[in-house]
């Protein structure tokens, strides 16, 4: 079948599971070594809290890894409008909506933020919500192209 619009898009992350290991080594020498020079001068509770700080680096990270695998699917087809919200494959949310009215919009909430909407009959979805607002001007271009497509295609018949 043939898409006029076919976009999956994933939130921004520059950093692996390998390179969070060699991040994680490079963090726990340096704080091991404070911590234990510490602990011999006798401060040991800074020991405990070396290795608290590391263990609470490591869970940010741990939690940030999880929410990079959340991700958004838009499909455009002859018919219909569809946003899958989805966790790695799994379908969280899925919303339809009919095209010939839709609004593709960059929204101002504050001076320093923005939001993409698509909105149609009253509903208003929010997308993209993880994207720099550079990548979310973009994509918001690639939709609304995609949408005057799907009109052209539709307007000439």
Do not use: C
């Amino acid at each position: 079948m043939a898409y006029y619009l076919d976009i999956k898009i994933y939130p921004n992350q520059s950093l692996t599971p390998k390179g969070l290991l060699l991040l994680m080594f490079l963090i726990t020498i340096p704080a091991s070594f404070i911590g234990v020079t510490f602990f011999i001068l006798g401060a040991w509770p800074v020991l405990g809290f070396m290795g608290l700080e590391v263990l609470l680096i490591y869970i940010a990270f741990k939690v940030l890894f999880y929410k990079n695998k959340f991700y958004e699917h838009i499909i455009l087809d002859k018919e219909k409008l569809s946003i899958f919200f989805k966790k790695q494959n799994n379908t969280i949310t899925k919303i339809e909506l009919e095209p010939t009215w839709l609004q593709v919009q960059i929204e101002n909430i504050y001076e320093s933020e923005d939001m993409l909407t698509i909105s149609s009959h009253g509903k208003k979805i929010i997308l993209a919500n993880f994207l720099i607002p550079e990548e979310r001007v973009k994509l918001a271009k690639k939709i609304r192209y995609g949408l005057s497509e799907w009109k052209n295609q539709y307007s000439i018949n």
